[in-house]
């Protein structure tokens, strides 16, 4: 095939007809012959009389230009013009077609597919015999290569893996390389040390083509957790460009369902190849995440999972007196609960039931003798891991524990009686704090100024003593003392719990203590020393595209091959348990970087998807059909011949040749929507949420059918930029995060809506974690759309609102979730309650607006066959709320449609018997 460029010509030889034109344009400049002029003296009779038909002396040369470039069209037309065209690649011997088969090459694997097909397809036409080998899962009786035809119907069974080729398998992989054979090698565009081996070891049997993609690889590191917020870095292989991307935490609601619970955008800088991204979560919403990941990369390298490190703890409460009823404050676990009932589940226990419980961390406040037996058991639990909190009092100060001799549960010795200061017979002023070292769990930690200690148990000197102090006062005097026991640690609080000693316990600083105390109770990494001699059984573990899936038959794992860090068909990224916790392998690590591939001068790069192939034969012709037409038009123009019949034919032409399908199918919608009541959602672009949109509305639409005498059409979607919206007298729109802004005609068409009486049900669907006015990504998006909306004030919807009572008696409106937040149009300020009416006087009008979060087309979301789509809640309060969420969607539609006609007098006999008043 002749190419010039990215065209290419079937019958090339076509194209020398291009050398008549010159002749064609002489030729038609010839015609019609220059007149002879001669002189007639009757002609004179003729003087006044016109002729309806003129024939110019020349031909226009934009006429000839016309005929011309109609000629030229159809030349190049029937000369096959290909834009794009294949090559046909010659080669002969084994066919080597190597892919790296790692996540980095699960984004666009469909495509490495079908370029792959089209080598094997194109090989089996040359007669060559292919092998296909992935890098990441190497044939172990060496490279077999097979005919075309075998190894075509193995293609589609490739499938890539969640790790990176191995150094130690490919290097001996490379060893046992025989023959001649080219190589065509699929790259994922990672830079690797093994790389500069294999293009060696490929060019030494024969010729090397790389196919890589210019697209850059993305990747998220594991998460850190560290005072209080869970701290991202996000990795590219390729810089150049400011790239903004996001990262969602996702986890189970409180339904159990999982979804995105928080998104945060992460941008990288033009150079950089790095950034960070941090989310503060409230410990609830932290303790629901399960993963992090980075939305639209679909590889096992842009997720990140997430396991005991970020859960909550539970904390076992004890306290060594009888609780003192109506004197709460004075309680020594009062301050610990409300300190860490955000943070940790607490458990409140007799001392002998707490070690069968094995929480986390157990804290005894005041708690001065044990029992031998509880001595023994606290005991084996801290060297298993566990910490023990202690806090003093008059009990412990009293008591000679850990005075002779150390107490193996306290980490230092005391002396007698302990101290008082700031008192009548006290040495002197209240002490406060000293700034926490670097070495502390606390450091960081702001001290205030005001937090102030009164009395406290004094630590006897030993020459360990300054090793085992995390906090001080200004003295040098303990604060906090910690020891570790085996696996596990003891802390000691020398003062109370309680605010009887100092003021700490009402101080923020107090839960920060105990907040890096339950935190750092486990690291975030086991060591080796950790891991040795243990099994780890998979629970879940990541494919190439970042899906979780049952582990299955998946063997346990050796708790030092975990402590190697990398990933391998040994190892697959995940979720193993022990004994007692969840422990996450990532499929990069802290130390990890992304680079991009080097390869040798000489290698051409070329990229992984062919152009796609475009004849332009049809096209040209019909261009010269075109101009052939044009030409004809004027022709008769110029002649004076454009009129009467011939004028109608080319008008009907040309209207016939008009596009109609706008026109259809504007038709179409408006008949849709006007021939029955129909409900629409907004189409907001994510399939997923307007597939529930559809579904939710439709199950609406059928129990209105059921239940009412309005009679629904199935529901439409609409678009604000481009339909009509006043067909419809409800609106449900779902808010997402990346959505787009309404432009500013849409803006203009929503208000004109909304004036006209329309309503709009905003949905954030984030009422399971999040009041309406919390900054979520939904809430923000919601605030910025409504800035331009001509939206009244609004007000939480109060308890006689007509929404209560239009078809059902309601006082909560939940969806999916319950969240009380729902807002509507705040109440003219002069509406006052009647005599005789349980209600106010509200105006005839109806809410333009109605705001939530409670998802409320899910658990309206039904198939054709009536079946529900989605969960709500669990057992039969699921069932009920799914049922009030249906009454909700009635009486939302009843108000559209009938106003607060539910307001009138005439319905108060009834609505009083109903409410049984």
Do not use: C
Request: charged share 20%; net charge negative.
């Amino acid at each position: 095939m002749f190419q010039l460029g990215p065209i290419g010509f079937a019958a090339p030889w076509l194209l020398i007809a291009l050398v008549a034109l010159p002749i064609l344009w002489i030729l038609l400049r010839a015609v019609p012959p220059a007149p002879i002029r001669r002189r007639f003296p009757g002609v004179a009779l003729l003087l006044g009389l016109s002729d309806n038909e003129v024939q110019t002396d020349r031909t226009p040369w934009w006429l000839l230009l016309l005929r011309s470039l109609a000629v030229a069209a159809m030349i190049i037309g029937f000369a096959g013009p290909v834009l794009n065209p294949q090559q046909t690649e010659n080669g002969a011997g084994p066919l080597l077609i190597v892919t790296d088969g790692s996540w980095a090459s699960a984004r666009d694997w469909a495509t490495r597919l079908d370029r792959i097909d089209a080598m094997v397809a194109t090989a089996g036409r040359q007669g060559r015999t292919v092998a296909v080998v992935s890098l990441t899962d190497l044939p172990a009786d060496g490279i077999a290569f097979q005919s075309a035809d075998a190894v075509g119907r193995t293609v589609a069974g490739l499938t890539p893996n969640p790790w990176e080729p191995s150094i130690n398998d490919l290097t001996a992989w490379i060893a046992g390389l025989e023959g001649s054979f080219d190589t065509y090698w699929l790259s994922d565009g990672l830079g690797r040390d093994t790389r500069a081996d294999l293009v060696t070891a490929f060019q030494s049997h024969g010729d090397l083509r790389v196919f890589e993609t210019a697209r850059p690889v993305y990747a998220l590191r594991p998460a850190e957790f560290a005072d209080g917020k869970v701290t991202l870095s996000a990795l590219r292989s390729l810089s150049g460009v400011e790239v903004e991307l996001s990262v969602a935490a996702i986890g189970l609601d409180p339904s159990g369902i999982e979804r995105q619970l928080v998104t945060q955008p992460v941008t990288f800088a033009t150079e950089a190849v790095e950034a960070s991204v941090t989310f503060d979560l409230p410990p609830e919403l932290r303790n629901r995440v399960t993963r992090f990941e980075l939305i639209g990369q679909s590889t096992a390298g842009a997720v990140t999972l997430t396991d005991d490190s970020l859960k909550r703890r539970e904390v076992a409460l004890i306290s060594g007196g009888a609780s003192r009823e109506g004197l709460e404050l004075l309680s020594p676990l009062h301050y610990l609960r409300e300190a860490l009932a955000e943070n940790a589940d607490l458990l409140e226990l007799p001392l002998g039931d707490v070690i069968p419980a094995n929480p986390d961390v157990i804290i005894l406040a005041d708690v001065a003798t044990l029992s031998p037996l509880e001595s023994e058991a606290i005991t084996a639990w801290v060297e298993n891991g566990g910490l023990l909190v202690r806090f003093a009092g008059p009990r412990m100060a009293a008591a000679d524990l850990s005075q002779l001799e150390e107490d193996p549960l306290m980490p230092v010795r005391l002396r007698s009686g302990g101290r008082s200061v700031g008192g009548t017979m006290s040495w002197g002023a209240p002490k406060t704090l000293d700034t926490f070292a670097a070495t502390s769990p606390f450091a960081g930690l702001t001290v205030p100024d005001d937090v102030e200690v009164t009395s406290q148990v004094v630590a006897q000197p030993d020459p360990t003593l300054a090793e085992r102090v995390i906090a001080q006062l200004t003295d040098g005097t303990p604060l906090v003392t910690r020891a570790e026991l085996g696996a596990g640690q003891i802390v000691l609080f020398h003062v109370t719990a309680n605010a009887e000693w100092s003021n700490l316990p009402l101080s923020g600083l107090f839960v920060q203590m105990l907040e890096r105390l339950a935190v750092s109770t486990r690291p975030s990494q086991p060591t080796l020393d950790d891991l040795a001699g243990t099994t780890w059984m998979p629970e879940r573990v990541l494919n190439a595209t970042g899906t979780l899936r049952d582990a299955e038959t998946l063997a346990g794992v050796s708790g030092e091959r975990i402590a190697e860090g990398t990933v391998g068909a040994d190892l697959h990224p995940g979720l193993y348990s022990g004994e007692d916790r969840a422990l996450a392998v990532n499929v990069l690590t802290q130390d990890s970087t992304l680079a991009p591939a080097t390869w040798p001068a000489g290698i051409t790069v070329e990229g992984t998807r062919d152009a796609t192939t475009t004849p332009l034969k049809g096209a040209l012709l019909f261009a010269a059909l075109l101009v052939l037409m044009a030409d004809i038009i004027a022709s008769l123009s110029l002649s004076g011949r454009l009129r009467g019949a011939r004028a109608m034919l080319l008008g009907l032409i040309a209207l016939g040749l008009m596009p109609r399908d706008g026109m259809a199918q504007d038709d179409s919608f408006a008949i849709a929507a006007t021939s029955d009541v129909v409900l629409a959602y907004v189409i907001t672009g994510d399939q997923a949420i307007d597939d529930i949109s559809y579904a939710g509305l439709y199950g609406l639409s059928d129990t209105l059918y059921r239940r009412t005498s309005i009679e629904p059409a199935n529901p439409i979607g609409v678009n604000i930029e481009m339909d009509e919206l006043s067909f419809f007298p409800l609106l449900y729109w779902p808010i997402t995060p990346n959505q787009p802004m309404p432009s500013r005609e849409a803006y203009a068409k929503l208000n004109r809506y909304l004036r006209s009486g329309g309503m709009i049900l905003f949905d954030t669907r984030d009422g399971d974690v999040a009041q309406y006015g919390t900054s979520t990504p939904e809430a923000r998006k919601l605030q910025a759309i409504a800035a331009g909306l001509d939206i009244p004030p609004i007000e939480p919807i109060p308890e006689d609102h007509v929404l209560t009572r239009t078809f059902y008696l309601l006082q909560d409106f939940p969806g999916r979730y319950n969240s009380p937040e729902v807002w509507v149009e705040a109440s003219p300020p002069d509406a006052e309650q009647i005599d005789g009416m349980p209600f106010r006087n509200l105006n005839d009008g109806v809410t333009p607006v109605v705001i939530g979060g409670n998802d409320w087309a899910s658990a309206w979301a039904m198939d054709e066959a009536g079946r529900r789509l989605l969960p709500v809640g669990r057992g039969m309060a699921g069932e009920r709320q799914r049922e009030i969420a249906y009454r909700f969607g009635v009486n939302l539609v009843m108000h559209v449609l009938t106003g607060n006609y539910k307001s009138d007098q005439v319905h108060v006999p009834a609505l009083l018997d109903r409410l049984g008043q």
